[in-house]
């Protein structure tokens, strides 16, 4: 449970408020009946939550279940549909950051809010640093964040640039940043996603330090050893709702597993089914990606994907996914290896000609990499056969044809929309990613990449989508499903590969494999 | 001023410029304009259409004086819709019907009568904000500013030879706001348009007077051909800088621009195109029957506007209809969901600027061949620069380019006479194009009042959680 040792107290209560709050314990935040509608989605329902000062609070959940809406309306990005927020006892509006940030809330960013070619102490005093006359005082700005570097254990060199800096060292200037602005509560979210396991220990380090001093924390996570070993409490989200918020002292990590994860997850069945071993869909040999900044992300990744087969790539995000799928799209270029498709070897072909090869996608970024939000449905539905017959002849669209073939997707694929040349920025998340079903699946494809497919969708989209995906297995296509979500890996994949650091470390079938040791896999460690 | 006998009633554009019968015309023509697109809209809507006669005969009727009608268009799309089966009204953008679930079915008719009065609307509205903030600048200034609007417009409306000059004037404006248009369509901002334009003058020009043993049509042809070709190629070179090579257009394209018109004036200042002994910077004069011929009499408008008309019609059915134009929507829509659907975006943007170049260029050679008869240094008075503008008030569309260059077109022939017959300048004319352009950056448009109507229509009822008891738990 949370202790505060020094008893520091940063926000005296008004005497009215001293009988709820007599005991030792003193509620800081508290959120009450949060709810956040976003088109077709309820992001946060009726949530309660508080924490306690001095502690740190972690809020887990999977993707999609609620943590970052609920921490933007904290942090004044987002503004709650309904709801009360209450800081040391008094209610309070938020909103904008910047009235978060003079209520003491302040947040570490999953990408950081740095200037890159400024200093250190620049990056840390930008907006707020000391003058001297109509000048900035250099030598007080970097003696302030030197002075607070030595205090946390955050050891960073005040005069070197930013951008000369690791990954791990920018995100200690984002701490010392919020130190800086004398942040009472920090939110960081995700701040252990882009660490090594020894940063991850320097940051918990750092973390302990700031709750001696009797500040506050929210931890964003989803990786629960994390949780066991730093937080005091946790917070469990799942579709929006609170599920329970529990003590570290008396919790076991499956239980907090089951809790994010539920039991509808499981409601679609895999079917164990004969696969064709004969009938190889896509075979990579020794494939070697390199990543935007020229560095290898993907180092050597060997597999096969059979027919009628669904093959699940797990990792955690950054492990070289994206470089994985760009490669596999063909917007990418290889530098070793081989690509083969239906046993025809693509690695230097265009995306579409490996379309045409039956390749199908499903884009981890629906917005951006999947759909065309400005366009109309027609336009989306048939971006990727348009200039086929009967979509167009000798350059010309049949835009008869295009607009009966979208018509026969909204009908196959219950897409609720007005008509074929509705905007697809109209439509809500699930009937969006049904528009790129539609698109990619309306033809029986023979390799479908998805990746990331049910990301951000409610329950039903998200059974639509798992449907969608064992029908073309049934109809003997082979599905490379590329995921963070270890429970929809368990629930529909046929074998399981785990991918860290751009290497593929393990291999397990869902009847042998479990939660634990998908975890640790996916954290590097093999044994 | 020649006032002579008005053939064409201009109250049509401007009915308060012409006294009180303009304005009589105005309102009956605008009331009556009102009453039919607001009932027509109801009865989609499944509501009362009388009341849509009445409540648009008014608005339009009142707008009609200063004909600001347009303004109670762009709120039509707004209005609420009825219920067929339960009589509920509910916001426009609603799927399905809130009292008993009856789901609403496409008008198609309706969708594109609000589409396309919008978008007339939109564009009237802009000029008229651009006008009318004109027209403070000119009282301010101590000039009378209906007069001289009504001078404007006469000067570029009334009288045959008027309206000849103002298609003369647009004919520059249409090929190059096409060519502008494509390339913002494809999400180029290519500012280049100019360069080509001067890059295909002179190829024109050297064409006509050095193949001058070719019969005459085909002297022409292969006039028109070449300046497409040099206007194309020079696009294409920021084309295939941005395609393979990711520079940013803006930046090449407006130093290619200077580039251009300081190579083809050296090329007749003291280059291999120079004419010794004559006064000013141009070339040699194209062969007479390279000359294209001329539509009406007095003027000099010519058949290079029938050209500009035609490429109207071919852009329309490229956006529309072709293969380039998906391509071209796609890659201006999402470039990223382009490259991953399969479109060659490189491909696309060099096709793109190399018909944006053409356009250019042809755009130059109409005016060599049709007007001056020679490359003049210098000659173009920021046609490209117009092209932009009237791209960017018509959003890309071809045919609001040319609606948009037909006005442009009547400001500045009219803008010339009224710095013949009044004291204001022709700098007026600018005045009023930058406004314009204000006022497009300002989005003078009402959709994303709708949008954000709608999006409240598609969200689930809220079951509220009372404020003063924020101890539930």
New interface residues.
């Given amino acids: 449970m949370a202790i505060i040792t020094k008893g520091v107290v940063l926000f005296p209560p008004k005497p009215e408020g001293m009988g709820l709050h007599s005991t030792f314990f003193m509620t800081y935040l508290q959120m009450t009946g949060i709810t956040k509608y976003f088109p077709g989605v309820v992001a946060n329902d009726a949530i309660n939550f508080s924490v306690e000062q001095g502690e740190i609070h972690a809020l887990v959940g999977e993707n999609g279940a609620g943590k970052s809406t609920l921490m933007k309306i904290l942090y004044g990005m987002e503004r709650p549909d309904a709801g009360q927020i209450t800081i040391a006892g008094h209610p309070v509006t938020i909103p904008n950051p910047q009235a978060a940030i003079n209520l003491g809330i302040d947040m570490v960013h999953q990408h950081f809010q740095l200037v890159p070619s400024l200093t250190v102490a620049e990056n840390v005093a930008l907006g707020h640093e000391p003058r001297q006359g109509p000048f900035v005082d250099r030598a007080a700005m970097i003696a302030r964040v030197e002075e607070l570097s030595t205090r946390f254990g955050l050891r960073v060199d005040p005069t070197t640039t930013v951008a000369d800096l690791s990954v791990g060292v920018q995100q200690r200037v984002e701490i010392l940043k919020l130190l800086y602005r004398d942040a009472k509560l920090l939110i960081l979210d995700e701040p252990s996603a882009v660490l090594t396991p020894q940063e991850v220990e320097d940051l918990f380090d750092v973390l302990r330090r700031l709750i001696e001093e009797g500040r506050t924390a929210i931890f964003i996570t989803h990786k629960l050893p994390e949780v066991m070993s730093v937080c005091q409490r946790a917070t469990v989200l799942r579709r929006g709702k609170v599920v329970g918020t529990v003590t570290m002292a008396e919790t076991q990590p499956e239980t907090i597993a089951q809790m994010m994860v539920g039991r509808d997850v499981h409601t679609i069945q895999r079917q164990p089914r004969e696969i064709a071993r004969s009938e190889l869909r896509l075979i990579l040999r020794d494939l070697h990606v390199k990543d935007d900044r020229d560095l290898p992300a993907v180092r050597g990744v060997s597999l096969t994907v059979n027919a009628g087969e669904i093959v699940g790539l797990a990792g955690v995000e950054g492990n070289g996914q994206q470089e994985l799928i760009e490669a596999l799209v063909g917007i990418r270029a290889v530098e070793a290896g081989d690509i083969l498709l239906n046993r025809v070897n693509v690695t230097h072909e265009k995306n579409r000609f490996r379309r045409e090869e039956g390749m199908a996608i499903i884009p981890q970024d629906r917005n951006r990499q999947g759909l065309s939000p400005l366009s109309t449905l027609a336009d989306n539905v048939t971006a990727t056969r348009y200039y086929q017959r009967p979509f167009s002849r000798f350059g010309v669209l049949a835009t008869g044809v295009m607009r009966d073939f979208t018509r026969q997707a909204i009908d196959q694929f219950d897409i609720r929309v007005r008509g074929p040349n509705v905007r697809v920025q109209t439509l809500s998340g699930g009937n969006a990613q049904k528009v790129v079903v539609a698109r990619e699946l309306a033809e029986l494809p023979t390799m479908i990449l998805a990746a990331q497919p049910t990301r951000g969708l409610d329950v039903g989209a998200i059974q639509f989508v798992h449907s969608e995906l064992f029908r073309l297995r049934d109809e003997n296509a082979g599905i490379l499903l590329i995921s963070a979500d270890l429970d929809e890996l368990l629930a529909i994949s046929d074998r399981i590969l785990v991918l860290f650091e751009g290497e593929i470390v393990g291999e397990l079938s869902p009847e042998t494999a479990t939660r634990e040791r998908l975890g640790l896999l996916m954290a590097g460690r093999v044994n | 001023m020649p006032r002579q006998s008005n053939p064409l009633p201009y109250w049509i554009m401007a009915p308060i410029l012409q006294g009180s019968g303009g304005v009589l015309w105005g309102i009956i023509l605008w009331g009556m304009v009102g009453a039919a697109v607001t009932a027509a809209i109801m009865i989609s809507r499944n509501r009362d259409w009388r009341s849509g006669v009445i409540g648009g005969a008014l608005a339009g009727g009142v707008g009609g004086v200063m004909f600001l009608a347009p303004l109670w268009f762009i709120l039509l799309p707004l209005l609420d819709k009825k219920c067929p089966q339960c009589g509920a009204v509910s916001q426009p953008?609603a799927?399905v019907c809130p009292g008993c679930g009856y789901e609403?079915?496409?008008t198609?008719w309706a969708?594109t009568l609000i589409s396309l009065v919008n978008n007339a609307a939109r564009v009237i509205i802009t000029i008229e904000m651009a006008l009318i903030v004109s027209g403070l600048v000119l009282e301010l200034s101590g000039k009378d500013a209906l007069d001289t609007y009504r001078v404007l417009f006469e000067s570029g409306l009334s009288t045959e030879r008027a309206r000849a000059n103002s298609l003369l004037a647009a004919t520059p404006i249409i090929f190059t706001g096409l060519g502008t248009a494509i390339a913002f369509r494809a999400g180029i901002f290519n500012v280049g348009v100019e360069g080509s334009l001067y890059m295909g003058a002179l190829a024109a020009a050297w064409v006509g007077f050095t193949f001058v043993g070719l019969p005459g049509l085909m002297l022409i042809m292969l006039a028109f051909v070449v300046a497409a070709l040099a206007g194309g190629a020079w696009g294409l070179i920021p084309g295939y800088l941005k395609a393979r090579l990711r520079v940013d257009e803006v930046v090449t394209t407006i130093m290619l621009n200077y580039v251009a018109i300081e190579f083809t004036s050296y090329m007749v200042q003291s280059g291999p195109l120079f004419v010794p002994g004559m006064a000013n910077a141009m070339s040699e004069s194209v062969a007479e029957k390279a000359q294209l011929s001329r539509l009406v009499e007095r003027s000099q408008l010519n058949s290079s506007f029938i050209l500009a008309l035609v490429c109207v019609g071919v852009m329309i059915f490229i956006m529309?209809?072709?293969?380039?134009?998906?391509e071209t929507?796609?890659t201006g829509?999402?470039p990223?969901?382009?490259?991953?659907?399969?479109?060659?975006v490189g491909k696309t943007i060099l096709l793109v600027m190399f018909i944006s170049g053409v356009l250019g260029g042809l755009a130059g050679a109409g005016q060599v061949l049709g007007v001056h008869y020679n490359f003049t240094a210098r000659f173009s008075r920021g046609f490209g620069f117009d092209g932009m503008t009237i791209a960017l008030l018509a959003r890309n569309s071809p045919l609001g380019v040319l609606v948009g260059a037909l006005l442009f077109g009547v400001l500045r022939s009219g803008g010339t006479t009224i710095e013949i017959f009044t004291d204001v300048p022709i700098d007026l004319v600018d005045i009023v194009q930058a406004l314009i352009i204000f006022f497009v950056a300002i989005d003078l448009n009402l959709d994303f009042l709708g949008?954000r109507r709608?999006?409240t229509a598609?969200?689930?009822p809220?079951?509220?959680?009372p404020?003063d008891n924020?101890?539930?738990?």
């Fill in positions: 953008g799927a609403f079915t496409e198609p969708e529309q209809r072709t293969r380039l134009g998906y929507r796609l829509d999402n990223l969901f382009a490259r991953w659907s399969g479109v060659m949008q709608r999006v598609d969200q689930p809220v079951d509220p959680v404020a924020p101890t539930t738990a």
